[in-house]
């Protein structure tokens, strides 16, 4: 009976050893992970490509920002708080090369581990691994810190929380979680989310945003004083757990960072010149060629230092509220497109200097071609042909002027667009068939002086065209509260964008948080061409697949005429004292919040 039993199951048993065999190479504990491929970096590591491992740490920076703040928990919906908050005091169980597109090394985790289609993630904590207030980091924090901020946090922690199917402790230093939709990228999402300390916040509401309740974390920096509005110092711990990690040697080296608040870039840049501000970043290139000339500069106690980067553009520009019917037609945002004589502004702001935008993510590999839709690209997006606006499959440009302050053509050809709309002029009056005016308002924030000058322009134009324009400008509180209560019109827009979009890409333009307040999708965008195209993104097995699915996104983005784009910062502008110090090899994300200050150092 033996090898009649063998023979029967021999298949089964071959079969039952591959899923097997399969499962425990794919577990192998990895010493990190890459979107596709392995990563860069060898398991042997010593320090980051771009940074300096011997650099010194001590010294003092101060930086600036306009506006206020209310709340010093960056975690959650409720409140405005300072931007570089996240940044400097928290981590995740893995941490981001700024040198690759999307590769992570182990940082609170000393591994990790996933299933062949990585529908489940496991991670092993470092036993080392400490909170600022020196007590360990468990598994227990680490699962109650992804529910937490998938339940209460702000609205970018909620998605990867609605994809988890379970997570589990299979260790004494060990989680496993296991996702419920494939997608190969939630394994590096759920690997950089930050972890907290549960015990904080026993008792106490973790949402409620109380000025005095700082989320305590694992990072290099703590709150040491603030007071509200006006300033925050934050100090390096000197116990920090990972200051002899490889992915941190070399970085977190001031000893102090203080951020003092202004009322608006004016008064920042005048506190720089005085002296009061160590650091400031400039995105005009006519103010970089000619503000920069004050006695501190003459002196070389000042330097510019311009530094490259390979990351898509972004969006940049002027918003509009598609949720608002007068701006719920394609033609309608054409026309006033086509009255923003961008060379003339571009001109008059910046000498010309600066680049514009041509879509989201132009200046990359994975920009929109020149041209009618080929491909894979033009399989992407031929089912929704029918729906899709004009240019979007043919091919679409930015409209473009003569340059003269008249843009005559231009606004010829937004008369007749917005005649085919149901608007036209009655006596001087831009009017819809029911008599109604179009008239509409950019909000802007007090002191936001340079896009001011350009709304000043733009509704000069408009108004040739019998388009009343109103600048509604209030303070930084109002500002954040109308955001996130999706109350504007028109408003200034910024969206920066990596060299490998993901899942981040449905806070920004998904349908499903399209009316959600606090959401990033400020232009109101509910496409289900919008919705499949970021689907085949994440459902990409191959670098090929996924950047045809990102060229797809960016045309039906663009084509969309969602946001009326201007320059494109195509290199960082940082001016600083001459003691701040910094590397001499870049890493391709350039002079981001992961490079600026944390891999400069202070020296006399």
């Given at each position: 009976m033996?090898p009649v039993f063998?023979?029967y199951?021999?298949p089964?048993l071959?079969?039952?050893?591959?899923v097997?065999?399969?499962?425990?190479?794919?577990?192998e504990?990895a010493?990190?992970?890459?979107?596709y491929g392995?990563?860069a970096?060898?398991?042997?590591?010593?320090?980051l490509p771009?940074?300096?491992?011997d650099?010194?740490?001590?010294?003092r920076?101060v930086f600036?920002?306009?506006?206020?703040?209310?709340s010093?928990?960056?975690?959650?919906q409720?409140?405005?708080?300072?931007?570089?908050?996240r940044?400097?005091?928290?981590?995740?169980l893995?941490?981001?090369?700024?040198?690759e597109?999307?590769?992570l090394?182990g940082?609170l985790?000393?591994?990790?581990?996933?299933?062949?289609?990585?529908?489940?993630?496991?991670?092993t904590?470092?036993?080392?691994?400490?909170?600022s207030?020196?007590?360990?980091?468990?598994v227990?924090?680490?699962i109650?810190?992804?529910e937490?901020?998938?339940?209460q946090?702000?609205?970018?922690?909620?998605?990867?929380w609605?994809k988890?199917?379970?997570?589990?402790?299979?260790?004494p230093?060990?989680?496993?979680?296991?996702?419920s939709?494939?997608?190969?990228e939630?394994a590096?999402v759920?690997g950089l989310?930050?972890i907290?300390?549960k015990?904080?916040w026993?008792g106490?509401?973790?949402?409620?945003?109380?000025?005095?309740?700082?989320p305590?974390?694992?990072?290099?920096?703590?709150?040491?004083?603030y007071?509200?509005?006006?300033?925050?110092?934050?100090i390096?711990n000197?116990?920090?757990?990972?200051k002899?990690?490889p992915?941190?040697?070399?970085t977190?080296?001031?000893?102090?960072?203080r951020i003092?608040?202004y009322?608006?870039?004016?008064?920042?840049f005048e506190a720089?010149t005085a002296?009061?501000?160590?650091a400031?970043?400039?995105?005009?290139?006519?103010?970089?060629?000619?503000r920069y000339?004050?006695p501190?500069?003459?002196?070389?106690?000042?330097i510019?230092?311009?530094?490259?980067?390979?990351?898509p553009?972004?969006?940049?520009?002027?918003?509009?509220?598609?949720?608002r019917?007068?701006f719920?037609?394609w033609r309608v945002r054409?026309?006033?497109?086509?009255?923003?004589?961008f060379?003339?502004?571009n001109?008059?702001?910046?000498g010309g200097?600066?680049?514009?935008i041509?879509?989201y993510f132009?200046?990359s590999?994975?920009?929109?071609?020149p041209?009618?839709a080929?491909?894979?690209?033009?399989?992407?997006?031929?089912?929704f042909?029918?729906t899709?606006?004009a240019?979007?499959i043919?091919?679409?440009?930015?409209p473009?002027?003569?340059?003269?302050?008249?843009?005559r053509k231009?606004?010829?050809k937004a008369?007749?667009?917005?005649?085919?709309a149901?608007?036209?002029?009655?006596?001087?009056?831009?009017r819809?068939?029911q008599?109604?005016p179009?008239?509409?308002?950019?909000?802007?924030?007090?002191?936001d002086s340079?896009?001011?000058?350009?709304t000043?322009?733009?509704s000069?134009?408009?108004a040739?065209?019998?388009i009343?324009v109103?600048?509604?400008?209030?303070?930084?509180?109002?500002y954040t509260?109308r955001?996130?209560?999706?109350?504007?019109?028109?408003?200034?827009?910024?969206r920066a964008?990596?060299?490998?979009?993901?899942?981040?890409?449905?806070?920004?333009?998904?349908?499903?948080v399209?009316?959600?307040?606090?959401?990033?999708?400020l232009m109101?965008?509910?496409e289900?061409?919008?919705?499949?195209?970021?689907?085949?993104m994440?459902?990409?097995?191959?670098?090929?697949?996924?950047v045809?699915a990102?060229?797809?996104?960016?045309r039906v983005?663009t084509?969309?005429?969602y946001v009326?784009?201007i320059w494109?910062?195509?290199v960082?502008?940082i001016?600083h004292?001459?003691?701040l110090k910094?590397?001499?090899t870049?890493p391709?994300?350039?002079?981001?919040p992961s490079?600026?200050?944390?891999?400069?150092?202070?020296?006399?």
């Amino acid at each position: 009976m033996r090898p009649v039993f063998f023979q029967y199951f021999r298949p089964v048993l071959a079969g039952i050893a591959t899923v097997f065999a399969t499962q425990m190479a794919s577990a192998e504990s990895a010493h990190g992970i890459a979107m596709y491929g392995e990563p860069a970096l060898p398991p042997d590591f010593v320090s980051l490509p771009y940074v300096n491992p011997d650099a010194p740490k001590g010294g003092r920076a101060v930086f600036g920002n306009t506006g206020g703040f209310d709340s010093l928990n960056p975690f959650i919906q409720k409140g405005t708080v300072p931007w570089q908050m996240r940044f400097w005091g928290y981590e995740g169980l893995m941490g981001r090369s700024q040198d690759e597109p999307f590769s992570l090394y182990g940082l609170l985790a000393e591994s990790i581990e996933t299933a062949p289609d990585r529908s489940w993630v496991e991670f092993t904590l470092r036993a080392q691994a400490r909170f600022s207030d020196g007590s360990p980091v468990t598994v227990e924090d680490v699962i109650w810190s992804y529910e937490t901020l998938g339940t209460q946090g702000h609205l970018r922690y909620r998605g990867l929380w609605s994809k988890i199917a379970s997570v589990e402790q299979t260790g004494p230093r060990t989680v496993r979680l296991t996702f419920s939709d494939p997608d190969r990228e939630l394994a590096l999402v759920a690997g950089l989310r930050p972890i907290l300390k549960k015990a904080q916040w026993d008792g106490k509401s973790f949402a409620e945003g109380k000025l005095q309740d700082i989320p305590i974390g694992t990072g290099a920096y703590v709150v040491e004083d603030y007071e509200a509005g006006r300033f925050v110092t934050y100090i390096r711990n000197p116990d920090y757990w990972a200051k002899d990690l490889p992915l941190r040697r070399g970085t977190r080296n001031l000893d102090e960072m203080r951020i003092d608040f202004y009322g608006d870039q004016a008064v920042l840049f005048e506190a720089f010149t005085a002296g009061e501000l160590s650091a400031v970043r400039e995105f005009n290139a006519e103010n970089w060629a000619t503000r920069y000339n004050f006695p501190a500069a003459q002196r070389g106690d000042v330097i510019k230092t311009e530094i490259p980067h390979e990351k898509p553009s972004g969006m940049t520009g002027f918003v509009m509220n598609t949720r608002r019917p007068l701006f719920n037609d394609w033609r309608v945002r054409e026309a006033l497109m086509l009255a923003f004589n961008f060379e003339f502004i571009n001109d008059t702001m910046t000498g010309g200097a600066q680049p514009r935008i041509t879509s989201y993510f132009s200046g990359s590999d994975l920009a929109m071609l020149p041209g009618p839709a080929q491909g894979r690209v033009l399989d992407l997006l031929t089912p929704f042909a029918d729906t899709l606006p004009a240019g979007t499959i043919d091919g679409y440009v930015l409209p473009q002027s003569d340059g003269s302050s008249r843009n005559r053509k231009n606004l010829r050809k937004a008369i007749k667009l917005l005649g085919d709309a149901g608007w036209n002029v009655q006596e001087g009056v831009l009017r819809n068939a029911q008599g109604k005016p179009f008239e509409f308002t950019i909000l802007m924030r007090q002191g936001d002086s340079g896009n001011l000058t350009v709304t000043e322009i733009y509704s000069q134009a408009l108004a040739r065209l019998g388009i009343k324009v109103t600048e509604a400008k209030v303070d930084n509180a109002q500002y954040t509260g109308r955001l996130a209560e999706l109350d504007f019109d028109v408003t200034p827009f910024r969206r920066a964008l990596s060299l490998s979009p993901g899942n981040e890409q449905r806070l920004y333009w998904g349908g499903d948080v399209a009316d959600t307040p606090g959401t990033r999708n400020l232009m109101g965008i509910d496409e289900p061409a919008v919705d499949a195209m970021i689907d085949a993104m994440l459902d990409s097995d191959t670098r090929e697949d996924f950047v045809a699915a990102t060229r797809a996104l960016d045309r039906v983005l663009t084509a969309g005429r969602y946001v009326i784009p201007i320059w494109s910062f195509d290199v960082g502008r940082i001016a600083h004292i001459k003691e701040l110090k910094y590397p001499d090899t870049f890493p391709i994300y350039g002079d981001g919040p992961s490079y600026m200050p944390e891999v400069w150092w202070y020296q006399d």
